[in-house]
């Protein structure tokens, strides 16, 4: 069983900063792709940052410019570094990674998220 824990959200005033993290666990054998995705209110959930294995970086048009995705493989952690925050930023965040887990060679792969973590950027 894999699972990925995000932490880091909260309440921020406008034009400020957060940083996102998620950590992924369980019987990981490699972990390959990892992303960031949002869901405003009402809204369906779109991607925000994704990243290779290797540091290949795509990011939403929106987010260019402030917001940076990052990864450590040796802790299967991603981050999401966000800054110059806006309203139209509030939404759950969350996690999500494509991994291979199990124990070679007997390993499945599969698509997990996090449980999301709420960003509210607010006066």
């Known amino acids: 069983q894999v699972q990925l824990v995000e932490s880091g959200g909260g309440l921020v005033q406008p034009g400020g900063s957060l940083r996102l993290s998620c950590a992924a666990s369980?019987?990981?054998?490699?972990?390959?792709?990892m992303g960031w995705y949002r869901q405003g209110p009402g809204e369906q959930r779109d991607v925000v940052a994704t990243?290779?294995?290797?540091?290949?970086?795509n990011y939403a048009d929106s987010v260019k410019g402030r917001f940076t995705i990052s990864r450590d493989n040796a802790k299967n952690t991603v981050y999401l570094q966000m800054n110059s925050l806006g309203p139209e930023n509030t939404a759950v965040y969350y996690c999500?990674?494509?991994?291979?887990?199990?124990?070679?060679?007997?390993?499945?792969?599969?698509?997990?998220w996090g449980q999301g973590t709420q960003v509210t950027v607010s006066s």
């Open positions: 999500n990674a494509y991994v291979t887990a199990g124990t070679y060679p007997w390993t499945y792969e599969g698509d997990y």
């Open positions: 369980g019987s990981i054998y490699r972990v390959d792709s």
């Open positions: 990243i290779t294995r290797k540091g290949t970086t």
